[in-house]
């Protein structure tokens, strides 16, 4: 949750909790999570999972495994994102092209549902605090960049109400608080 839904007018900087690698890869990304899918009982920064797009599927799977844990076939995807919710269940964030997607399991529905965001030029996904303490308070954030704007929706609001961060030119690498 993004305090005050106000983000600061000065630069903050802090380290990731994981790094991300040397050379930016746009169809690759390293997060930390739970011990398996749909299984946060031992805490989510517990493995390193991978979220990689191959061969028009968006796959993750456990950093160092060749085991496709999770899959969604989609074609033309230039991005991927991932973050897990408080139970282990992975939202997935692409882009194709210039719309920006957000794939995530609804409680309510219980299923997958796709969030479409059009006119945008990046976008990502990020859990804000993986900390067990804070549970009641994390959410995952869907932000995008569009008509030289920063933008946000949270999991909190199902992803419904869209926020303004801020003015910018830039492309949307990687998210977090």
Not at 10 to 17: E, Q, V, W
Not at 102 to 107: K, L, N, Q
């Amino acid at each position: 949750m993004i305090p005050n839904n106000q983000i600061t007018s000065a630069p903050l900087f802090a380290p990731y909790t994981v790094l991300p690698s040397a050379t930016y890869n746009p169809t690759k990304q390293v997060v930390y999570g739970g011990i398996n899918l749909n299984d946060s009982s031992q805490g989510r920064v517990v493995i390193k999972w991978v979220v990689q797009y191959r061969q028009n599927v968006i796959q993750i799977l456990k950093d160092g495994s060749s085991v496709v844990e999770w899959s969604y076939a989609v074609p033309g995807v230039s991005s991927v994102s991932l973050a897990f919710d408080q139970n282990m269940a992975p939202t997935v964030g692409f882009q194709i092209g210039t719309t920006s997607y957000m794939r995530y399991y609804s409680g309510v529905d219980s299923s997958y549902i796709n969030r479409t965001v059009s006119g945008t030029t990046s976008c990502q996904v990020a859990l804000d605090n993986a900390n067990v303490t804070y549970d009641a308070f994390s959410d995952i954030i869907f932000a995008y960049t569009r008509n030289n704007g920063l933008y946000y929706t949270y999991q909190r609001d199902n992803y419904i109400t869209e926020r303004y961060a801020g003015p910018t030119t830039k492309k949307l690498y990687r998210v977090g608080l």
